[in-house]
């Protein structure tokens, strides 16, 4: 059993993780940058480190500085939430190393998984079902030429170590290609030192949808009810939903099936999320799988019952899964709206400031709000925008609509802009109503 757990995140995730950690009475170290000082993972945690400055790279993204608080403190793991190390090999490498377990999957499958090509190589090999796109990095202009006429444009250029919209062009014909090919390997190799670039078809018109799973050191697997995450601000995900409308019981089986498949191919150890595109004769294309616990969990924690932090801690103890496949059938429905501290009407400029007022809709059976936000508490410039998840469950998909509609409408946060009145939009929209939102839907309306 773990004694000691150090927390490399911040916000409501860090928030999260230290109270699952006083329930399952193991000790908890937060770590926090000088900006976060007064946050309330800092205030609740057994005990707090500050690890440096206020900027991201100087705290959070420091290895040396997190490593060196969960050595000085006696701790017997990490936990990296989402973002910030959670996908960083080295980091998980240097935990190995230091003899302090990782909650989350090895060194070796983060850094497979974080190479898109060498991920899409895996895939293949698992019989995954792959959008069109080259086999493995271009080597040069004229193959990216050869394979773009292949698969017909438009097409995407991407870095093969990307992330964060780095190293990625759109493309549209053979002379923007000659243009654009140069400018995304110089960005890949400012941003990764890699310039390595892979290509593949843009696939229009289609729906996000994505798979966790979760496996145990004993290589028992399960896959959960899929989430519809298709509702996105230029590839940012705004609100997910889960289970989704348009997919039968007997899709769901054979696409958590694949993403089963995809996870003991690599042989993967606690939990992850395969990402597919579905097109509208509901054929599945892998798009990538990120090996950490997603922002979107809770809604599957709705639906499933199942405490996934939790699991992830006893999974890395070494512990089984401690539920069965069957267990997962999805019990109604659950929607998450990502509350950010950003100005809609100002193109989502970040909103700093301090909470003046804050009141929380809680209390009804399906609503939840996971947030890290207190009446006089500051919001910095520094990082992320996103300040909470209002989470709502019902037996039907109307009723969770109608459940965030009325803790929407009741919600109060003041002292600073944010896009809760964007999302009370989107909820009365007739395509969302209508389970037909495609992951360009929300970029098109925004920029009509």
């Known amino acids: 059993m773990f004694k000691k757990v150090l927390v490399a995140n911040r916000g409501e995730i860090a928030l999260h993780i230290v109270r699952t950690l006083k329930e399952m009475q193991i000790a908890s170290v937060a770590v926090y940058s000088q900006a976060d000082h007064n946050s309330l993972h800092v205030q609740l945690a057994d005990e707090a480190v500050c690890i440096g400055g206020n900027r991201a790279q100087d705290s959070y993204l420091n290895m040396q500085n997190v490593m060196s608080a969960a050595l000085g403190t006696g701790c017997d793991a990490i936990h990296p939430g989402y973002g910030f190390l959670s996908e960083n090999s080295q980091f998980a490498e240097m935990c190995e190393a230091c003899g302090i377990t990782f909650i989350g999957p090895s060194s070796q499958v983060i850094a497979l998984m974080g190479d898109k090509s060498q ?31 292949d698969i017909g444009y438009p097409v995407l250029l991407k870095a093969v170590a990307g992330g964060g ?95 089963l498949q995809a996870a003991e191919q690599i042989n993967y150890v606690n939990t992850g999320t ?23 969990h809770p809604i599957t924690e709705m639906v499933t019952g199942i405490d996934l932090i939790r699991e992830q801690i006893n999974v890395a103890q070494g512990h089984p899964l401690s539920f069965e496949q069957s267990q997962l059938t999805p019990n109604g429905f659950a929607i998450e709206c990502r509350l950010n501290a950003e100005n809609p009407e100002q193109h989502f400029a970040p909103s700093a400031g301090t909470i003046d007022y804050l009141y929380l809709p809680i209390g009804n059976l399906g609503v939840r709000i996971d947030s890290h936000l207190f009446s006089g508490y500051t919001i910095s410039p520094f ?51 209508a389970s037909q939102v495609t992951t360009d839907y929300l970029s098109q309306k925004l920029t009509d």
């Not at 843009?202 to 729906?207: A, D, G, P, Q």
């Open 119 to 149: 991920a899409k190589l895996s895939m293949q090999q698992a019989v995954v079902p792959l959008i069109p796109g080259s086999d493995g990095p271009v080597q040069d202009l004229a193959q990216a030429q050869a394979v773009a006429q």
């Open 165 to 259: 919209g780095k190293g990625i062009r759109r493309v549209e014909s053979e002379a923007q290609l000659n243009q654009l090919y140069p400018q995304a390997q110089a960005e890949s190799a400012a941003a990764f030192g890699n310039q390595a670039l892979y290509l593949e078809k843009i696939m229009t018109n289609v729906k996000h949808i994505e798979v966790q799973i979760f496996r145990d050191q004993q290589g028992h697997g399960v896959y959960f009810p899929e989430r519809d995450c298709s509702l996105q601000r230029f590839k940012q995900k705004v609100l997910e939903e889960t289970p989704s409308t348009l997919l039968t019981t007997e899709e769901r089986q054979k696409l958590g099936a694949i993403a």
């Open 274 to 296: 395969v990402e597919f595109l579905m097109d509208q004769a509901h054929q599945f294309y892998f798009l990538e799988m990120n090996t950490r616990i997603q922002v979107e």
């Open 383 to 433: 990082y992320d925008a996103m300040i909470g998840k209002l989470i709502t469950w019902g037996p039907t998909r109307a009723i969770a609509i109608a459940k965030m509609q009325r803790l929407l409408n009741e919600l109060i946060v003041t002292g600073i802009k944010t896009n809760q009145a964007f999302q009370q939009t989107l909820l009365i929209d007739p395509t969302f109503e």
